[in-house]
């Protein structure tokens, strides 16, 4: 006999249905299930990964913190790893336009039908235990890279590190990017706390690479205490730049003629010498032919890096959100001069340093343009107008109640000897692509 409905098998209780089925539900429900929107600790995530069975998972895990060039990292890593044959698994926070920018398999973004699963089985499992909207997030992507049968998993640490839901798992290796002010509210307010954050992620007997060039004292003591060696840039690895390549050294092991990442985004070969050294650290577990390194490294691409967008002036998009990402654009601007006028398009979050944001770009900006950012943590454009007379800047300022309506407006005033640079946070430029509707 065909029995086609549990209903009709004494004892069988059906399944309770999925709690929703578009993935635009799960992310409204998630943003209002916790209290509060950011909530470090590790005992939740802890817990229900326990349940799922994901604490020990047989792949080789990178975890990747620090301040600027986390998502520059993974990027690349994921890319280099996926070229040399390696299934791979990519974790990645914020998003800039699309949800599912956070997750990938093999560089392809998992499809909303993937999430919505993870999702249910995070649900499932965690009972009455309350999640923040990024600990959801971060049990689905490795309830996902479980069910895939990856080789290695990549994942962006969110905040911190120590207590960040990343780091729920046990890191095989570790790299910690370059450390500036930021989220001083939870992580501390000088690099030695910070960094004393970030060397969280750091394990006993596990890779660990820095790739900061001046490395705060209280991560090399963290690493000391571990017993563990952490590879600097400058002492265990270097690299020298020339016109259009690169070469990395690391005692006898010399690559020569490397592409580089960016040509006009410097920071980005600090970042990819501090990838080339996680690879070479892990080469006994996962080796990776040179030829895979040159072609990830050729196909890197990260949006919203110091990304220039053809449009009817020079559009340049960079989710610089803090002082020391800020200086970098600015730095990164003066290299790719324009002979017109520069017009700054800039939306800010309430828990960054405006001041410290805007002296920093201050005079490469003829024109500025504020725009309010929209959710609890966004700031309304006329503060940051305020904040910009208190500097000394009222000339040229305008205020608008969307990226949509700056943009609009900007477009009308610029040539193409001018310049527009869309910047403060990713939801700024997660908007304009939105907007303008950039590739990504």
């Not at 060039?69 to 690349?76: L, T």
């Not at 956070?102 to 993870?118: K, T």
């Not at 089985?121 to 009455?128: I, K, L, P, S, T």
């Not at 609890?376 to 000394?392: F, M, N, Q, Y």
């Amino acid at each position: 006999m065909r029995v086609t409905s549990n209903k009709s098998l004494p004892g069988v209780v059906a399944p309770a249905p999925m709690r929703f089925k578009s993935l635009e539900d799960w992310l409204a429900w998630q943003e209002e299930l916790h209290f509060t929107s950011i909530e470090l600790g590790l005992e939740r995530c802890v817990t229900v990964a326990r349940r799922m069975g994901l604490l020990h998972p047989d792949y080789t895990v990178i975890s990747v913190a620090g301040t600027n060039g986390k998502g520059s990292s993974v990027n690349m890593l994921r890319s280099i790893l996926t070229h040399s044959g390696y299934a791979t698994g990519c974790y990645s926070s914020p998003h800039l336009v699309r949800y599912n920018e956070r997750i990938s398999l093999n560089g392809v973004e998992v499809s909303d039908e993937m999430l919505c699963g993870a999702f249910d089985r995070v649900d499932r499992v965690r009972g009455d235990i309350s999640l923040t909207y990024f600990e959801f997030g971060t049990l689905a992507a490795l309830d996902i890279f479980q069910h895939a049968g990856i080789d290695v998993a990549v994942l962006e640490v969110g905040l911190g590190g120590r207590l960040d839901a990343v780091n729920c798992l046990d890191a095989d290796a570790a790299l910690i990017t370059a450390i500036e002010l930021d989220h001083e509210n939870w992580l501390g307010r000088d690099r030695e706390s910070i960094a004393r954050e970030k060397a969280g992620i750091m394990r006993s007997g596990s890779v660990a690479v820095c790739s900061d060039p001046e490395p705060p004292q209280s991560l090399l003591d963290h690493a000391a205490a571990l017993g563990i060696h952490l590879s600097l840039p400058g002492r265990d690895y270097s690299h020298h730049i020339t016109n259009t390549c690169w070469e990395w050294q690391s005692g006898a092991t010399v690559l020569c003629g490397l592409p580089r990442p960016s040509l006009y985004n410097t920071r980005q070969m600090e970042n990819a010498a501090g990838v080339m050294m996680v690879l070479h650290s892990l080469s006994d577990r996962l080796p990776v032919d040179p030829r895979a390194i040159r072609r990830g490294l050729e196909e890197f691409n990260l949006s919203g890096r110091f990304q220039i967008v053809p449009d009817r002036a020079q559009l340049i998009l960079d989710v610089a959100h803090n002082r020391q990402a800020m200086e970098l654009l600015v730095q990164n601007l003066r290299g790719l001069p324009v002979k017109g006028s520069t017009h700054v398009l800039i939306g800010m979050l309430k828990d960054k340093n405006h001041t410290a944001i805007f002296n920093e770009i201050r005079d490469i900006a003829d024109f500025w343009h504020l725009v309010t950012l929209e959710g609890p943590r966004g700031t309304d454009s006329d503060i940051l107008r305020k904040e910009l007379a208190a500097l000394g800047i009222s000339g040229n300022v305008t205020v608008y109640p969307s990226v949509a309506d700056a943009l609009n407006q900007i477009r009308t005033m610029v040539g193409p000897q001018d310049r527009i640079v869309v910047t403060g946070s990713f939801l700024t430029v997660g908007a304009a692509m939105k907007h303008l509707r950039v590739p990504h």
